[in-house]
């Protein structure tokens, strides 16, 4: 069983930026993919990024390459993604979720945590 716990939303202007972190319980932790997603009013929630148990390698939507990082410190049990270049249609609710496998879908994930929302103003 993992917990999550999600931090670091708010609201900020185009072009700057924000780290949001998700916090874990558990000590299976570093046993997990660990995946950022977001979803916005009317939208269906959308993949953003995923790391690897290790850290070792991520994977990201094409729509923030080179804008967002994902990482993670499994001593902390916790995992973060910075966010530049904010756009205005970067606005969304921002989940983290957990899996044993990699994936891009939501539905492949077994845990989520509550939502952290993240909104950019023009």
């Not at 997603?37 to 939507?61: C, D, L, M, N, T």
């Not at 923030?64 to 990082?69: A, N, S, Y």
């Not at 904010?86 to 539905?107: G, I, N, Q």
Request: glycine share 12%; aromatic share 12%; charged share 20%.
């Amino acid at each position: 069983q993992v917990q999550l716990v999600e931090s670091g939303g708010g609201l900020v202007q185009a072009g700057g930026s924000l780290r949001l972190s998700c916090a874990a319980s558990g000590r299976t932790f570093r046993r997990y993919t660990m995946g950022w997603f977001r979803q916005a009013p009317g939208k269906e929630r959308e993949f953003v990024a995923h790391i690897s148990w290790s850290g070792g390698s991520s994977y990201y939507a094409d729509s923030v390459k080179g804008r967002f990082t994902i990482s993670r410190d499994n001593a902390k049990n916790t995992v973060y993604l910075q966010m530049n270049g904010l756009k205005p249609e970067d606005t969304a609710v921002y989940y983290c979720a957990a899996d044993s496998t990699v994936a891009t879908r939501p539905s492949s994930y077994e845990y989520w945590g509550q939502g952290t929302q993240v909104t950019v103003s023009s």
